[in-house]
C-alpha cells in the first residue's frame, strides 16, 4: 500500500446465508465476493467488469457498508473501515460524506416528490454544511458543472430524460464534496451517445474535484476510456488486472479475452474473432472446484478441474489467476 492509496480492500468476503428449505436448518451460503484484494489511489479511477452475479456490485456496497463483509479488510485512508459499528458516529457520518455512489437507475434513486433544487439541498442539510444561503449557491453551481441550468432546479425528476437525471445523481453525489465516488453501472440505463456524454462529464469533473472512482460495469467497452486500471471478476474473485491500455491490447486471462472479444468494432475492415463462451456463470451457491472458470475455458487443461489458481503478477502491474502462467 503506497502513501498515494487511498482504498484497499484486502480479501474481501460477502457470503449471504440462505436455506437449503423453507423447513431445512442446514445453512448453506451464496458466496457473492470470495476473497478479492484492490488497491485505489488518490486521482485515480478503477473499473471492476465482469457478468451479472459475478460479485462486483456487491463488493462496491461492501466498500461503502450496505452490505456487512464476511472477512476481510477495508482500508480508508490508512483506517480500518470493515467494521463500523466500532466506530464513532461521527466517525461514520465523515464517511458517508466521503463516499458516495451513482445508481443504475437514476429515476429511482430520486424522489418523485421533490423538486431537484430539495433533492440537492438534503444530504448537506443532513450533513449541516453551509448556511442556507449557501445551500443555494452551491446547487446552482452544481447545476452548472453537471451541465443543467439553475432554473431547472424547480423541476421534478420526471420532467428530466434518462441522461439528465444521471447528471442529477451525479450532482448529488458531488454535493457533500466526496473523495471517493463508486459508480454502480452508472451509464448501463443510457442510449449509447448519452454513455458517451456521461463519461467525459465524469472526467471532466475528477480532475476538478479531486475524485477517485470506482466504476462497476458489465461492460468492458463502458470502463475502456475512464478507467486507468481495470479488474476483471468472475464468481466473486478477481481473474485479472492490469493498466487499462495493456488489459485492452493483451489480456491474458480466457475469460477476459472473451469479453474482449465481443466488443464491437466501429471499422468494418477489421476483423475480430469471437470467442463464444458455453453455458451460463454457474451459481454462486455452488462454485465449481479448481478454477471457476474452467466449465466454460476453451484453453482449460489437466489440473484446472482441481486446483485453484491464484492471482499473481504476470508482469509487471498485470496480474493474473490462471495456470497457463
Ligand atoms: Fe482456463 Fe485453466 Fe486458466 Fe482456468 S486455470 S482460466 S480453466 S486455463
Known sequence: MSAETLLAVENLKVHFPVRKTFLSRTRRFVYAVNGISLTLDKGETLGIVGESGCGKTTAG?????????????????????????????????????????????????????????????????????YTKNERKDRIAYLLEKVGLSPEQGRRYPHEFSGGQRQRIGIARALSLDPVLIIGDEPVSALDVSIQA?????????????????????????????????????????????????ELYTSPLHPYTQALLSAIPVADPRVKRNRIILNGDVPSPRDPPSGCAFHPRCPRKFEGCDRIEPQLGAAENAHQVACHLY
Open 61 to 129: 456496497m461492501a466498500v461503502l457498508n450496505l452490505v456487512k463483509p464476511t472477512a476481510g479488510k477495508i482500508i480508508f485512508r490508512g483506517n480500518d473501515i470493515s467494521d463500523r459499528s466500532v466506530l464513532s458516529r461521527a466517525e461514520r457520518l465523515v464517511l458517508r460524506k466521503e463516499m458516495q455512489i451513482i445508481f443504475q437507475d437514476p429515476y429511482s434513486s430520486l424522489n418523485p416528490r421533490s423538486p431537484l433544487n430539495q433533492i440537492l439541498d438534503v444530504p448537506m442539510r443532513i450533513h449541516g454544511l
Open 197 to 245: 456524454q456521461i463519461i467525459n462529464l465524469l472526467m471532466d469533473l475528477q480532475g476538478e474535484f479531486d475524485l477517485s472512482y470506482v466504476i462497476i460495469a458489465h461492460d468492458l467497452a463502458v470502463v475502456e476510456h475512464i478507467s486507468d486500471r481495470i479488474a476483471v471478476m468472475y464468481l466473486g474473485k478477481v481473474v485479472e488486472t492490469a493498466p487499462y491500455r
